[in-house]
């Protein structure tokens, strides 16, 4: 069996590990230049972290990440909502990991290049189109770079991981618009920062109206590491007004930022001044799309954002791609026909992520901050008086059973 990919994101570069793993030859298409580290900070949680660790990631990520020991859920004001031990601090026998997007690409890149070779990945080259019969399946792509004539591949399997403005999903939903909007902007930055609490933990501060997060994303090194913020805000009516179009990981002016990021109180952190110290702020609508009704169409199906996307709630877009992989891997190792594969990597896959794009529109778990804003808009004594303990453990811990990462729902995969 030959499996192409289309997008050597965090998703097809696991999907390619997990395939050669299981002896099935891969070979990866990318739209870029070259596979660089880009993007700000992530968290990726036990569950896929567990796949990760199983291809033998799990020193490569030590090194440039961080080992989350506690999250922490705030009002806009600062006062504590909730807050839990996280990755093994919490019982788990696998980490959760806070860790730079482009970082973490870079750790499973190396080790496709590693194990695959270098020839394994073709840069410079966007899906266009494909055809299919019952022999197989030819993946058409274009120059990126240069513009020249395109060039066609041949496989039994094409796997479209090409995120959000997905080509192949573009091809079987052409009448799907512009992602869904709710009016949210996402500015994002990253600086080298004195160690803040233990140097392991996060908070989030604030509703889905307007929010602050806050967590280290590297090793400390002299006394400093790498930290990672993010302001959400809803600036605009989504009713009136559609995310822009070139937006997408644009730069954004401090003096835009500023005032938005002073809203916000985070014990311990002089926000202002984190804001201004760092050096690029990059801006990007909080959008996602509806679920889609099939992914799989033949020889070919979608995975990760050009699946589900979904709004960075609850920690799990990068983290579902990674359950994405390791699902589609399986299914193509056991079935004796690749359309039948496809089909049960759709059945498993696709109703969950459908549930976690529709929780995560209303807020994941961290709509335990919207239900205590909005019962105490002026703050409070005691958060007890305000939404009982166990109200705000349904919400948390609801949403990481639903999401697959509750200690037991892991430990009970792994068995």
């Known amino acids: 069996m030959k499996v192409l990919i289309a997008g050597a994101g965090i998703g097809g570069l696991t ?31 036990p569950h896929a972290i567990r796949e ?9 990520l030590d090194e440039v990440g961080v080992r989350t020991r506690k999250l922490t859920y705030l ?9 839990e031990l996280r ?5 788990h026998d696998v980490p959760q990991f806070s860790i730079h997007r482009g970082r973490l690409q870079k750790v499973i890149y190396d080790a496709v290049i590693d194990r695959l070779g270098k020839k394994s990945i ?17 993946a058409h792509f274009t120059d990126a770079l240069k513009g020249d004539k395109g060039k066609t591949a041949r496989g039994d399997v094409l796997i479209c991981a090409d995120g959000i403005h997905s080509a192949g999903r573009r091809v079987f939903y052409p009448d799907e618009t512009t992602p869904s909007w709710q009016g949210v902007v996402m500015w994002r930055g990253a600086t080298e920062w004195p160690v803040w609490e233990d140097g392991e933990s996060m908070a989030i501060g604030g509703g889905l109206g307007g929010k602050f997060v806050l967590y280290p994303i590297a090793p400390v090194q002299g006394g400093k590491q790498l930290m990672n913020w993010v302001v959400n805000v809803r600036i605009k009516d989504p009713l009136v007004s559609p995310p822009p179009p070139d937006n997408w990981s644009r730069r954004a002016p401090l003096a835009q930022v500023l005032p938005h990021a002073l809203r916000f109180h985070v014990p311990g952190m002089n926000i202002g001044k984190l804001v201004q110290k760092t050096p690029e702020i990059f801006e990007y609508p909080m959008a996602d799309r509806d679920p889609l009704p099939r992914w799989t169409f033949g020889r070919i199906t979608l995975l990760g ?12 877009g990068a983290s579902q791609a ?16 690749p359309r039948a594969a496809l089909f049960a990597y759709e059945k498993e896959r696709l109703p969950k992520t459908a549930e976690v794009v529709h929780t995560n529109r209303r807020g ?13 808009p002026a703050g409070f004594n005691t958060i007890d008086d305000v939404l009982s303990y166990e109200d705000r453990r349904a919400i948390v811990g609801g949403y990481a059973n639903m999401a697959g990462f509750s200690r037991v729902t892991v430990a009970r995969r792994a068995s």
């Open 305 to 316: 954002d050009a699946a589900h996307p979904m709004y960075p709630v609850g920690s799990n």
């Open 52 to 60: 990760l660790e199983q291809l033998g990631l799990l020193p490569a």
């Open 15 to 45: 999907t390619a590990l997990m395939l050669h793993a299981r002896g099935i030859d891969v070979k990866i298409y990318e739209a870029a230049r070259e596979v660089r580290e880009v993007g700000v900070g992530i968290n990726v949680l």
């Open 87 to 91: 990755g093994m601090y919490a019982g």
């Open 75 to 83: 009002t806009r004001q600062g006062q504590e909502v909730w807050s």
């Open 364 to 376: 994941g778990p961290e709509r335990v901050i919207d239900e205590v804003e909005k019962l105490a």
């Open 122 to 138: 073709k840069t410079g080259r966007r899906l266009a189109g494909f055809t299919q019969n019952e022999a197989g399946v030819t």
């Open 322 to 337: 990674i359950l994405d992989a390791r699902c589609l891997a399986d299914a193509l190792q056991k079935a004796e026909h």
